[in-house]
């Protein structure tokens, strides 16, 4: 299949580098054209499709099993989502977003949360990541519009400023007591709507997030992911079961205080190049 490159810059606003300084989280449109993201949507759908493992009904799984089909690191599988993953255009972003030189790939993930889907419970992504650094940041690009109703991602602005808010991992437990302590701290919630296809939010690995139940009976809400780190970022000790196995599993071969750069942690884009 010819795909379309997608290494071309995106001009960034003033505004939404000063709005990601600020809150930690960004909504940046039409990071990817229609055309762009009709041909990867149909890349990554197959790929999910050979190599998603879930198979139980959505009543058979729990909580964290019913918010999404998750698929990680698709682009060490295809060489198709390769070229979506390892895009100059987001990573640059990413970087900028940050205000760092440059940025690695932690990971990729399709998140695709089938109709009917149950919630994704409120949580801290970098609560799983070993790094030293909070200069961590997920791009969240759906490749079909996405309507209100069905819903997008919700923020807790203000909660990155606490960093790491304790050893909850994702699931029911963590959407009782982060619920709680947004309210309690009164932080406040936003939310950017429906998306059109090719846009993306882009947040900080400390901010607490959560998405709705997908109430459509028909409609799967599609999305990819892709998690950079700083170019220069370096492997924190793990000081929890989920950091001891994302170190084994996403930086293979690397220990604490090594540049996170193992063979599948490349840099993406660097402004020092």
């Given at each position: 299949m010819n795909l379309p490159d997608l290494d071309s810059p995106y001009t960034l606003s003033l505004e939404t580098i000063s709005s990601y300084q600020a809150d930690a989280v960004a909504l940046v449109r039409g990071l990817a054209s229609f055309d762009e993201i009709t041909a990867y949507r149909l890349v990554i759908n197959e790929a999910v499709a050979r190599f998603n493992t879930e198979t139980r009904a959505l009543k058979d799984r729990d909580t964290y099993g019913m918010a999404f089909l998750q698929t990680m690191n698709l682009w060490l599988q295809d060489q198709a989502v390769r070229r979506y993953s390892l895009a100059k255009r987001f990573a640059k972003v990413a970087a900028e977003l940050m205000g760092v030189s440059g940025v690695r790939i932690y990971h990729d993930q399709a998140l695709y949360k089938e109709p009917g889907g149950g919630l994704t419970p409120w949580h801290q992504d970098q609560h799983y990541w070993p790094f030293e650094t909070d200069k961590t940041i997920t791009m969240w690009m759906p490749l079909l519009d996405v309507a209100p109703e069905i819903g997008t991602l919700s923020f807790a602005l203000g909660s990155h400023h606490q960093g790491y808010l304790g050893d909850i991992p994702i699931g029911d437990a963590a959407?009782?007591?982060?619920?709680?302590?947004?309210?309690?701290?009164?932080?406040?919630?936003?939310?950017?709507?429906?998306?059109?296809?090719?846009?993306?939010?882009?947040h900080s690995g400390w901010v607490l997030?959560?998405?709705?139940?997908?109430?459509?009976?028909?409609?799967?809400?599609?999305?990819m992911?892709?998690?950079?780190?700083?170019?220069?970022?370096?492997?924190?000790?793990?000081?929890?079961?989920?950091?001891?196995?994302?170190?084994?599993?996403?930086?293979?071969?690397?220990?604490?205080?090594?540049?996170?750069?193992?063979p599948i942690n490349p840099v993406v884009y660097s402004s020092l190049a």
């Open positions: 959407q009782t007591q982060f619920a709680q302590m947004v309210t309690e701290r009164n932080w406040r919630i936003k939310t950017f709507g429906g998306m059109k296809a090719g846009d993306a939010t882009f997030h959560m998405a709705p139940p997908n109430p459509s009976a028909t409609f799967c809400r599609k999305v992911t892709v998690i950079y780190i700083d170019e220069n970022a370096r492997v924190a000790v793990p000081d929890n079961k989920n950091r001891e196995n994302d170190l084994a599993q996403w930086l293979p071969g690397l220990q604490p205080g090594d540049l996170a750069a193992s």
